[in-house]
């Protein structure tokens, strides 16, 4: 149990890695991803948990980075978008991005990505309408979001197939 | 913007919470955060101390003890939404759920907390209304139970004191042929609701109704029985008529008046969500 205002040592691990930095209690977990660790994939819009664009995975689940504080994610697997895939090997999602414009300025792109990620791993075989209800908390301001829904679908009935295989 | 300073402490324990909320003249519990947070970060509240709930595990879980369900405070709505208990012996928890926030948020978010914060559009609390739930709370001077009725003082505020800490819902679920029905009006999907309305029914199929809730949400400082219409229910078959003559009942309730809607306004909607929910109550009972 600690109990000072007074920045120190908060140590996470994040993609698997244990990394830490000096912070305050206050920080938001968003703002110590970004600032203290120089992890700048994970974006900021609001702060206020509207937006999404601050979305990391916390054991798996799809939280709000500007939620949260980073002191409250010590001793929990942090995931952001840094490790859904890579330029070589892209996650299934982000292929089906890709291929379907699901984004434009990108601003969005990596709360919707990991919202999705938890989405489809909780429902495998979405409709078109449980689609649009999970990125329901996720704003988009340039694509209108059709296309993110159809690049869902794809990716669902992807990873289906790839799970199928195994 | 970004949160003020303030001392942070992460007990493992609810006695040490309790201590530690009492030890400050302003201090926060802190459970999901995702109405806190944001009031942080927008500055809106300066604790000088917070106090995280989120390691405190004895406040997690659902427990069924003889004829009643009781909910730990820091239940994550993810885990009400999912849990055969609840969707078994309190159907309307269920309902409600997928109308708070976002999945996301519902990741985070607690039962506890939707209580605590009490906003007047809030589903969770209407629901504690409408199955007349009993808050069960400690602090200093140790534990007592308030009926949810008088939970709420005034807009946004509980009548717990600020060295209380609500622990647990106690719930008991209704006994025989019951049909409930839930029903908001918002203008986007996760958005907070104009209106809402909750009915829960119970008697014999095609018989008369036994007894009545309807709890209405959105048009007041907190949810409100509409006692009127459920004396009008009691007694009677449910007809498409019925439901129109209790549903006008609902209008006059409305007293809440934001940019978002005048208190007439918000009086139809939620006329408007109490026959809905009704129907959809009335069609669950006859099905059984
Ligand atoms: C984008 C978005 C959309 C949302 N939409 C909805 C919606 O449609 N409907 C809805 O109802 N809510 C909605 N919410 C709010 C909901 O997600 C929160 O879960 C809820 O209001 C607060 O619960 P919490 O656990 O996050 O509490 P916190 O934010 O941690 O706490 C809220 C308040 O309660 C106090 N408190 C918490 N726990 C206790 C306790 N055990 N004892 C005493 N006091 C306590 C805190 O000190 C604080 O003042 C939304 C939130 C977001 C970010
Ligand atoms: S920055 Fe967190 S939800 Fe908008
Ligand atoms: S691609 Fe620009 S906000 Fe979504």
Not at chain 1, 66 to 94: D, K
Not at chain 1, 100 to 121: D, E, K, R, V
Request: contains cysteine; glycine residues 8%.
């Amino acid at each position: 149990m600690s109990g000072a205002a007074a920045a120190r040592t908060i140590c996470l691990n994040v993609n698997g890695e244990e990394r830490s930095a000096t912070a305050e209690p206050r920080v938001t977990l968003v703002d110590f991803l970004r600032h203290g660790l120089r992890l700048t994939g994970t974006h900021v819009g609001c702060e206020q948990g509207v937006c999404g664009a601050c979305t990391v995975l916390i054991d798996g689940f799809a939280v709000r980075g500007c939620l949260m504080l980073a002191v409250q994610a010590e001793g929990r697997q942090v995931q952001t978008i840094e490790s859904l895939g890579t330029v070589e090997a892209p996650h299934a999602l982000q292929r089906a991005f890709l291929k379907h414009h699901a984004l434009q300025c990108g601003y969005c792109t990596p709360g919707m990505l990991l919202s999705l990620a938890q989405f489809l791993h909780d429902v495998p075989d979405p409709t078109e309408q449980e689609v649009r209800e999970a990125i329901s908390g996720n704003l988009c301001r340039c694509t209108g979001y059709h296309n993110i829904v159809k690049a869902a679908l794809d990716a669902a009935a992807e990873l289906r197939g790839a799970r199928e295989e195994n | 913007m970004k949160p003020p300073p303030f001392e942070y402490f992460a007990p493992t324990k609810l006695p040490e919470a309790v201590a530690l909320l009492s030890a400050s003249e302003n201090a926060r519990l802190l459970a999901g955060g995702q109405s806190l947070m944001a009031m942080l970060n927008m500055r809106y509240v300066f604790p000088d101390r917070i106090v995280d709930l989120n390691r405190v595990a004895e406040l997690d879980f659902i427990e069924e003890e003889a004829g009643t369900l009781v909910v730990g405070a820091m239940t994550r709505q993810r885990t009400l939404q999912r849990s055969p208990a609840i969707a078994a012996k309190l159907p309307v928890v269920a309902k409600a759920l997928r109308h708070v926030g976002h999945f996301q948020t519902r990741n985070r978010g607690t039962f506890g907390g939707s209580l605590c914060q009490l906003d007047p559009s809030a589903e969770l609390p209407a629901v504690a209304l409408a199955y007349e739930a009993t808050v069960v709370a400690v602090g200093p001077a140790g534990q007592r139970s308030i009926p949810f009725e008088q939970f709420p003082v005034t807009f946004m505020t509980s009548s717990l004191a600020s060295d209380e800490i609500l622990t647990a819902v106690r719930f008991t679920p209704w006994g025989g042929k019951v049909g409930t029905g839930f029903s908001e009006f918002s203008r986007r999907h996760g958005d907070f609701a104009v209106a809402g309305a909750i009915a829960v029914l119970a008697g014999e199929t095609g018989g008369p109704i036994r007894r009545a809730s309807l709890t209405l949400f959105g048009i007041a400082e907190a949810p409100k029985r509409a006692r009127d219409a459920e004396a009008v229910l009691v007694g009677r078959r449910v007809t498409a008529d019925l439901i129109e003559e209790v549903a006008a009942l609902c209008v006059a309730h409305a007293t809440l008046e934001d940019p978002f809607g005048s208190a007439e306004y918000r009086g139809h909607v939620a006329a408007a969500m109490a026959k809905s929910a009704l129907s959809e109550a009335s069609a669950e009972l006859d099905r059984q």
